[in-house]
């Protein structure tokens, strides 16, 4: 598959309109059109559906979408090195890994902090689930990666080292007009009869755990492709959803919080690869867990 294609299609989704796209992109509508079904026949599924106002990517195409645009901006960053080399202005940027509730807050914060120590450096900062993060530091890909052992959990792997930054309480996100919004501490009985929402593997189990000690089961009837789809079914009221207290100060104004008795917690660690470490790395580690200390919760 051509990344050309690729970009076609992320642009489309951007703007909701193949004549909107094609007039970015500098081509005629019937060419966008073109390069989108050829990728649909590609791929086997349809990724674009039409409505009154334009296009809007399917599910399917809402998936690829995120990997293209991963991908795309991979691309670019390789095209910025090359060019580095050839002007000769190479210097391996800091590569920083990190889970989108951290993403959110704490890392872009330490990295702050670590720039203000060190000067100006080269860096970019690249989200993931903690396993994504994990394997990409082993293969070289990242520097450092902030992750979460929230299940299913880290490996203890030889190849890299592991720093333990602190514990997380989990809170639950409320539309900023649901009944409980500015109660808490709550148990998780007085949640029983709401409906959650979900986006990965890992804080749905933490979220079943929790219901399972307070002997009630939460009914979570509805899944997001992401942290910010999730935030969004909260915020119009269509779920609740059990999100990581480090996020609370990045939320958007619609959602609330609201903390739990006996909250579930998740274990925050800085990994970072045993051999070649890059020279702005450990700082960063430091300033990570300045960073993580005063966002936990009270």
């Known amino acids: 598959m051509e990344l050309t294609v690729w970009r076609t299609f992320v642009v489309v989704c951007r703007l909701g309109s193949l004549s909107a796209a094609a007039t970015e992109l500098h081509h005629t509508q019937s060419a966008v059109s073109r390069q989108i079904?050829?990728?649909e026949r590609q791929l086997g599924v349809p990724l674009v559906e039409r409505h009154a106002r334009g296009v809007r990517p399917t599910p399917?195409?809402?998936?690829?979408r995120h990997h293209a645009v991963a991908t795309l901006n991979e691309a670019e960053r390789a095209v910025r090195a090359v060019r580095d080399v050839r002007?000769?202005?190479f210097s391996r940027p800091l590569a920083v890994g990190a889970t989108p509730s951290l993403a959110a807050g704490i890392v872009p914060e330490a990295v702050?902090?670590?720039?203000?120590q060190v000067g100006s450096i080269r860096w970019n900062l690249l989200p993931g689930l903690s396993a994504q993060l994990h394997n990409r530091v082993i293969a070289g890909d990242?520097?450092?990666?902030?992750?979460?052992?929230?299940p299913p959990g880290l490996p203890h792997d030889p190849r890299v080292e592991r720093r333990f930054l602190g514990l997380d309480d989990m809170v639950v996100?409320?539309?900023?007009?649901?009944p409980q919004a500015g109660r808490g501490p709550v148990p998780m009985q007085t949640?029983?009869?709401?409906?959650?929402v979900e986006d990965n593997d890992g804080s749905a189990a933490l979220l079943r755990q929790h219901a399972a000690r307070a002997g009630v089961s939460a009914r979570i009837d509805l899944a997001a492709a992401d942290l910010v789809g999730k935030l969004a079914l909260v915020a119009t009221g269509h779920a609740i959803a059990l999100i990581p207290g480090v996020l609370t100060g990045a939320l958007r104004a619609d959602v609330t919080t609201l903390p739990l008795v006996d909250p579930p917690t998740r274990g925050i660690?800085?990994?970072?690869?045993?051999r070649d470490l890059h020279p702005s790395a450990a700082p960063l580690l430091d300033q990570l867990a300045t960073a993580f200390a005063p966002a936990r919760p009270a």
């Open 112 to 116: 702050r902090g670590l720039l203000e």
């Open 87 to 89: 002007e000769g202005t």
């Open 173 to 178: 996100a409320l539309p900023v007009g649901h």
């Open 191 to 196: 949640l029983a009869d709401q409906t959650w």
């Open 269 to 274: 660690y800085a990994i970072t690869p045993r």
């Open 37 to 39: 079904a050829g990728l």
């Open 60 to 64: 399917a195409g809402e998936v690829f």
């Open 142 to 150: 990242l520097d450092i990666a902030a992750v979460t052992d929230a």
